[in-house]
């Protein structure tokens, strides 16, 4: 009996080291700027999904609108008029496009990285 307590404690004493290097291995890799950005991306679009429905607004400027200049001035008139959290959420979302494109074009050398 007191050999399975040992047993036990040593089965739940594995069980948190493990947990604690699973937790470093996934906050190693959410460390990467790519998956940060990505995941700012995919939380800025879910909230514009949400709240702001894209289907109608691309509606309605395609009825209003005859040339690329009405079509801008639509957009600008119809961002003015939004309320402040459709306003956060549509540059946060324009935000995390352009970190993302960013980091796809950005300019890397691969013959100066060194073996880690």
Not at 103 to 112: C, G, H, L, M, Q
């Amino acid at each position: 009996m007191h050999q399975k307590n040992y047993s036990n404690q040593n089965l739940i004493l594995k069980k948190r080291i493990m947990r604690k290097i699973y937790l470093l291995w996934f906050l190693k890799k959410i460390n990467s700027p790519v998956s940060i950005k990505t995941g700012i991306f995919l939380i800025s679009t879910t909230l514009a999904g949400y709240y702001i429905s894209f289907i109608s607004i691309f509606k309605n400027a395609l009825k209003s609108s005859h040339s690329p200049i009405d079509l801008t001035s639509f957009f600008v008139r119809n961002f003015s008029c939004a309320d402040l959290s459709s306003k956060l959420i549509v540059l946060m979302l324009l935000a995390s496009i352009y970190l993302l494109l960013e980091e796809v074009f950005k300019k890397r050398d691969f013959y100066t990285l060194k073996a880690q």
